[in-house]
């Protein structure tokens, strides 16, 4: 009791005679001369038993001063700062959480009055707050006119652009039409080239077979009697077919058909085309062209780090060209790569004559003609997408939600960074959040732009950037960006509160609200 | 920290590979195979020697050179001990130091030789005696005429006497053939000299030393204790190679119903029937396996003999096989005959619970991590803002400065004293984590100067030991030397631990130790510690001692004032002395929150009654039911901490929506309203060792049906707790035991008979309470933000009948965090009785003063049949005064209204 004599002096005059932890707009609930009622009504108690430490209403409303109901409230003055209600629980408990201290009336702690200091501070804190807003607001008018302006513009400029993708739209089709043109006489002649070449390739190709059995027949034929029995098939043991390393009688009569001899006609018609691949000469033991692996692998690894085969390298390219599939034959020619990686060894021709030789001259034209119409239908196309690709972004940005006034159109294509201890956060609104290591290292999503995330009532007060990396063992990374006001754009901390939840705060003008109108003078509130 | 490593230890699901099974251990094996083939033992009693405290004699057999020395002890409170060594050891085996409180003190026995062949140890009593059997060797456990427990009549005993190494052997080769296993492939197998397990190999310098022995407790077939698994309370037979380890290990999310080793060890085994309790403790410290095999009373049903001589075969009985690495044999035999006092006995060896401080049975909010002062800020403001009570903010081990533990990371937590001081004015206190492993780092103080001090375990070559851990490469504090512990308890001073307040207390982790690339995430057993003991001898008490210099450390920074708060994951025999204990790093799924039941059980009926698990589960995401059950659960556990892993969801109470918010704030706000129930438990605890958490059968030793429930147990004597641990659950099968008892709900004040199970439905805000007809449970009525903040906040008295009308019940109450309740019994112990109408409060030790303003405001009087006509309160002063009441004759229960007594003077109420 004492205590609070001593507090009365400071209190104001208007402060009125009401029980302790009663509010001055309740407190003419509490008439000294009449039994109380609680406030829920739910019963009523003579006056002496209002705050007499003993909890009678169900809602706590007898004991606002004392600790004794679980759910009453007690009510802080706070002269010089905020009046606040606290939970009568914590009347007495130690605690000084009232800043006029009148809550620690009786359990031995004294609180000091900070209410005086607080409200200094808290008045310093609003009026710096009120000066950002103030200047804040005056910049998102600013801004809110430049969006209009710019909104308008890229209207226009959509409007432009949509007309004049009509006409690219025509040319387009025009192009096209002279493109196929030009291609048919081309395709044409192409086709005609290759299919005289690929006919003397044949021809070239089933001579030299014919040589080649014409010069095996000779060394067979030891005897030289025009016919090549089963014995001087037997010199050959690379011929053996039943891999016992010789070739015998029956394996070698076998080979010429049941025979026993075979003449050099039907040798290079039905017996060669049995035989070649094993066949070894006599005179170039390893000249025949090998269709089997062994002979491509083996030497690649003997070979030493040394200076790579011109020859081997030439080899190679040459089977890319009669591999590669037949689609688009115009610059083949040119586009051949250094030695394939991979792939099956194949049947190499050595010999010059394999390469197709260059088109004639009138061919030679049309191709030219086709790959003129080509490039410039093609160019064509290429404006139209960028057309395009303008005019969907143009359309995203003036449909985009920018606030209830575009107020926040001015971040769209900006990004703005902030760089911690370890990190280097960066921003950019309405696409991405990001995450890079200070110290190098590739950046992680923290997400992408999801939707504006504040409350119902002050949805643009937040915006959530969802599906960004993945965390080891838990959720996609996702950041919430608060929007605070203020007179830069900067963004001012980001933390991390649950694993891959992250917090950023973006200060900007845009999020600044209209100042209330300028106060009359000061010193007009009682309370703070 | 590379990724690998984080992964090691934060696989959700534990890795079995990592951990040895019994196949993996080659004393097992060894032991297995040596006792197929049956070579006896027996004693030579003619060596016979009665000493001042033990009687001695020899033990030998056929295979053993040597014969060994048995010594039985007699202890007071009617305990026997027997230690069986080598006469003369090549080296002396170790014998566990520091477990024992004192030098128990030995009671004489009278030996009266029976007839030849055995010899006869009785107490001064007589009705206490010790039947030794010569041949083969066997002791039988006489208790009035009934033999209850029979030691080596299965013939188990084992013992390897130590041996000169093979190599040094071999220099004086001609002596005698080494007769056994020296093949290179038995040596493989029997792991004599060298033991593999993965890419680990164990060097044993000192060779095979392993030990075993065996128990049959006679018509017992309900055992329990021997921590830690995540197990049943009553302990399960084992099958072959799956037997009980006994081996302090890091497993992290560990596998529920498994018999593995976890994070410590009690070599403590009780066993109960009707009429009586025993207690088997096996001192030793080194890697233990224990088997349980129980033959049931049911082979009568079977036979075809009439019905006496088939009881004379179906009686029952438990077999229980020790067996551990290393080390002597050392046991003790607790003879009960009553659960209490076997709690008594065992805690008449190890020590009773440590009196916690008040605060510390507060709730507890602890996350990996607290990420700085501003979220620590942040979080308590929460506790406030939703009205939750809370006592203690924890820190993991981001707050240091790169896991050097008594460091701040000076980013975070720049101004460490300053946090403290807001924990403060809430007078709530702040918990941070200190672990066994030191940073290897020369500028880090507390490394340098341990290091030059030769603080450290060393390694097998000699050379400080290094492990990694989670600061990286680490060594690791040799808590098993006095002087380190004095060293390490001299860093908790305030002068020495910057930015420590006398509001911050201390938690071990790790401390298994846990060392990540070690054999199963461990020590290796040849490191070397004080006294050139291999860490194998001594490896389940390292975490004990950790906990006792730490705890030792806060007491001497206060110069002996005040009460420490220490909580450790390791422990072992006796660690309940140094503070509390929790389950480690289990998962946040409905099976883990049920089985936190038994695993707490386990430990408070092996003396540490301070315990209790992670709310919400450490690892994983608990969905909100989950979370809200589960502090519903923990509400009623001793040690109450919400804890969450690091790449969890945050998961502070408001973050679940508003009605569950409520329904934690209710739970948590039931806590607090019991402390002063749960506060006179742990004095009761304290001095008279009965555990804060029991099982049923604790409280009900004479009925059946009660030996094996596990979900659900006495809170003290007055309360029964049968937790929702079932997703979606609308009602629960409470067994409420005892024929003559009488049950109330807490909530509702229905009441039922016992020795029923009832069906009590469950909405998400139930928690099933009930309390005791005869009890009276003394409450806070009104709850404050912390403990702190309800000293003076006024009492309430539940009273609940018992079928005869009474009620007892006690209270105490001190400063609640001196020790000057221990040295000017600065307390107070009340003891409320009701009896015939008349609430009595009078002083229950007449030692204590402690004057309290508090009074008590309400009492509630449940199963009050008859409408009083008038209730009058007589106060010291022997005024009389009318007190108000409200009676409902529906629930039978009298609420007596606007009282004002003080809780601690002598008054009474009289209803008429």
């Given at each position: 009791m004492l205590l609070v004599l001593l507090l009365l002096p400071m209190c104001w005059a208007v402060e009125v005679k009401r029980p302790r932890g009663v509010s001055l707009t309740n407190h003419h609930f509490y008439d000294e001369s009449k039994p109380f009622t609680c406030l829920d009504g739910s019963a009523s108690v003579p006056f002496d038993q209002v705050n007499d430490d003993y909890c009678d209403c169900k809602d706590g409303s007898d004991e606002p001063g004392t600790a004794a109901c679980p759910n009453g409230s007690f009510h802080c003055t706070n002269t010089g700062y905020k009046p606040l209600y606290i939970s009568s629980r914590w009347v007495n408990d130690g605690v000084c959480d009232c800043c006029d201290g009148t809550d620690e009336y009786n359990s031995g702690i004294v609180c000091e009055n900070t209410c005086k200091e607080k409200g200094r501070k808290e008045r310093e804190t609003l009026q710096q707050m009120a000066e950002v807003t103030r200047e804040g607001f005056r910049l998102k008018k600013i801004l809110i006119e430049d969006w209009k302006r710019a909104r308008e513009e890229k209207q226009k400029k959509l409007t432009e652009l949509q007309a004049g993708k009509k006409s690219l739209e025509d040319q387009v089709e025009l192009l096209r039409t002279l493109k196929e043109e030009a291609e048919k006489p081309e395709k044409e002649a192409k086709d005609q080239h290759r299919k005289l070449w690929e006919e003397q390739l044949a021809a070239s190709k089933a001579q030299r077979e014919q040589e080649l059995a014409t010069s095996a027949f000779q060394e067979l034929d030891d005897d030289m009697d025009g016919a090549v029995s089963v014995a001087e098939l037997q010199t050959h043991p690379e011929l053996d077919t039943d891999g016992d390393g010789a070739l015998s009688e029956g394996e070698a009569q076998t080979l010429l058909g049941g025979d026993t001899q075979t003449d050099a006609a039907s040798f290079s018609d039905r017996i060669w085309a049995a035989i070649r691949d094993k066949y070894r000469s006599e005179v170039l033991p390893t000249d025949l062209p090998s269709p089997s692996a062994p002979a491509l692998t083996e030497p690649k690894e003997e070979q030493p780090l040394g200076p790579s085969q011109p020859a081997e390298e030439e080899d190679e390219e040459e089977e890319e060209t009669e591999e590669e599939e037949g689609g688009e034959e115009g610059e083949d020619e040119d586009s051949q790569e250094t030695p394939p990686p991979a792939g099956p060894p194949q049947t190499v021709s050595p010999t010059e004559e394999d390469k197709m030789p260059p088109y004639d001259e009138q061919t030679q034209a049309f191709i030219n003609a086709a790959q003129e119409a080509r490039n410039k239908f093609e160019e064509a196309e290429r404006s139209l997408k960028d057309v395009e690709e303008s005019i969907r972004n143009l359309e995203q940005e003036i449909s985009f939600d920018f606030g209830p006034n575009g107020e926040f159109a001015y971040l769209y294509s900006q990004c703005y960074e902030l760089t911690t201890n370890e990190y280097v956060y960066r921003l950019c609104p309405f696409k991405l959040v990001s995450q890079k290591p200070k110290l190098g290292g590739s950046p992680t999503s923290l997400g992408t732009w999801g939707s504006w995330a504040g409350p119902d009532h002050d949805k643009f007060s937040a915006m959530k950037y969802e599906q960004g990396t993945g965390c080891w063992q838990g959720p996609n990374r996702s950041t919430t960006v608060r929007l605070l006001c203020g007179k830069e754009t900067v963004v001012t901390s980001t933390t991390e509160p649950s694993r891959c939840e992250y917090l950023m705060e973006l200060m900007t003008p845009a999020a600044c609200p209209e100042p209330p109108p300028e106060p009359p003078a000061s010193g007009n509130r009682d309370e703070l | 920290m590379d990724a690998a490593e984080k992964i090691s230890v934060e696989d959700e699901a534990v890795d079995k590979k990592i951990f040895k099974d019994c196949s993996k251990i080659a004393f097992y094996r060894r032991q297995k195979q040596r006792l197929s083939k049956k070579s006896t033992y027996r004693a030579l009693l003619d060596s016979v020697t009665e000493g001042k405290e033990s009687t001695r004699f020899q033990i030998i057999n056929e295979a053993a050179k040597v014969p060994l020395l048995a010594e039985v002890y007699g202890i007071e409170g009617n305990i026997f001990r027997l230690k069986i060594n080598e006469e003369t050891p090549l080296k002396p085996r170790y014998e566990v130091p520091d477990v024992l409180t004192s030098k128990p003190s030995t009671v004489r026995l009278i030996s009266c030789s029976g007839d030849t062949g055995s010899l006869v140890l009785a107490n001064g009593k007589g009705d206490l005696k010790c039947h030794i059997t010569a041949n083969p060797f066997k002791i039988d456990l006489v208790s009035e005429e009934e033999v209850v427990m029979s030691i080596n009549s299965l013939g188990q005993l084992y013992f390897e006497q130590l041996q000169i190494p093979p190599k040094q052997r071999a220099t004086k080769e001609n002596e005698e053939d080494t007769s056994d296993d020296t093949t290179q492939e038995n040596q493989e197998e029997l792991g004599l000299w060298e033991e593999k397990f993965r890419n680990f190999v164990d060097v044993k310098d000192n060779g095979p030393a392993s030990i075993g022995l065996d128990f049959s407790l006679h018509g017992f077939e309900h055992v329990y204790g021997i921590p830690q698994h995540a197990e049943s309370h009553q302990l399960k037979n084992t099958s072959d190679g799956d037997a009980y380890r006994l081996y302090n290990l890091d497993v992290y999310g560990y596998k529920i119903h498994d018999k593995m080793g976890i994070y410590g060890s009690v070599p403590y085994l009780l066993a109960h029937k009707l009429g009586r309790t025993l207690g088997v403790f096996w001192l030793n410290a080194s890697e233990t396996l224990v088997e349980i095999n129980t033959e049931p009373a049911v082979k009568y049903a079977l036979t075809q003999m009439g019905p006496v001589a088939a009881k004379e075969k179906g009686r029952s009985q438990t077999d229980v096989h020790w067996m551990s690495e290393s080390g002597i044999i050392d046991v003790f035999l607790l003879t009960g005959p009553t659960p209490s006092d076997v709690f008594k006995q065992y805690s008449y060896l190890t020590g009773t619970q440590a009196m916690p401080p008040l605060f510390s049975l507060g709730y507890h909010q602890c996350r990996w991590n607290y990420k700085d002062e501003h979220d620590v800020k942040a979080v308590d403001a929460g506790f406030d803002e939703h009205d939750i009570p809370y006592d203690v903010m924890w820190l993991d081990i981001e707050h240091t400065e790169g896991k050097r533990y008594f460091t701040w990371d000076k980013k975070r937590f720049p101004n460490p004293k300053r946090m403290q001081e807001l924990l403060r004015s809430k007078k709530r206190k702040l918990v941070v984590i200190s672990d066994p492993h030191i940073k290897i780092d020369p500028d880090y103080l507390v490394y340098a100067k341990a290091k030059e001090q030769g603080f450290f375990v060393r390694n097998h070559e000699g050379g400080d030991f290094e492990g990694v851990c989670w600061p990286g490469l680490s060594s690791y504090l040799d808590f098993t030397s006095p002087k380190v512990r004095e060293w390490y308890s001299s860093l908790f001073a305030f002068s020495v631990y910057q930015g420590s307040t006398d509001i911050l207390y201390i938690w071990n982790d790790m401390n298994e130790p846990s060392v990540f690339r070690g054999p199963e995430l461990t020590m290796q057993k040849n490191a070397i510690h004080h006294g050139n003991w291999e860490h194998r001898e001594l490896h389940n008490i390292y975490g004990f001692y950790q906990q006792m210099a730490t705890a030792e450390g806060l007491i001497q920074r206060s110069k002996g004032k005040e009460r420490p708060f220490v909580l450790t994951r390791s422990f072992f025999a006796g660690s309940q002395k140094y503070g509390a204990v929790w389950t480690g790093d289990n998962t946040a799924e409905w099976s883990y929150l049920k089985i936190s039941i038994p695993m707490l059980l386990t430990l408070s009926v092996t003396g540490i009654s301070f315990c209790g698990a992670d709310v919400g589960g450490f690892i994983g995401n608990p969905e909100a039911e989950l979370l809200v059950r589960w502090y519903q659960a923990g509400a009623y556990q001793p040690f109450f901490r919400g804890h969450a892993t690091k790449n969890t969801k945050r998961r502070e109470p408001w973050l679940f929506g508003e009605e569950h918010t409520r329904l934690i704030q209710e739970a948590i706000r039931e806590r607090y309203a019991l402390l002063p129930y749960w506060y006179s438990l742990f004095y009761s605890a304290h001095v008279a060792s009965q555990p804060v958490m029991r099982p049923l059968w604790v409280e009900f030793p004479d009925e059946l049906e009660t030996f094996s429930v596990e979900d659900e147990y006495m809170l003290g004597s007055a309360l029964l707790v049968h937790p929702v641990t079932e997703p979606k659950a609308t009602v629960v099968d409470v067994f409420l035991p005892g024929s003559s008892e009488v049950w109330y709900d807490?909530?509702?004040f229905a009441h039922w008979e016992g020795a029923c199970t009832v069906k009590i439905p469950v909405a998400l805000d139930t928690i099933p309470v009930f309390q005791r007809g005869g009890s009276v449970v003394p409450i806070k009525t009104t709850i404050g933000r912390s403990t702190g903040c309800m000293t003076d906040s006024p009492y309430g008295l539940w009273v609940a009948l018992s079928t005869k009308g009474s009620a007892v019940g006690e209270f105490y109450l001190d400063d609640g965090h001196s020790f000057q309740y221990l040295h000017q019994k600065q307390f107070l112990h009340r003891k409320f009785s009701f009896a015939s109408g008349v609430l009595i409060n009078s002083c229950?030790?007449?030692?204590g003063h402690y004057p309290s303003k508090c009074v008590v405001e309400q009492i509630l009087v449940l199963g009050l049949k008859k409408h009083p006509s008038s209730v009058t309160s007589h106060s010291p002063d022997g005024k009389a005064q009318p007190v108000a009441f409200t009676y409902c004759a529906k629930t039978s229960t009298l609420n007596l209204e606007k009282f004002s007594l003080n809780i601690g003077a002598d008054w009474k109420v009289q209803i008429q």
């Open positions: - | 807490s909530k509702t229950a030790d007449k030692r």
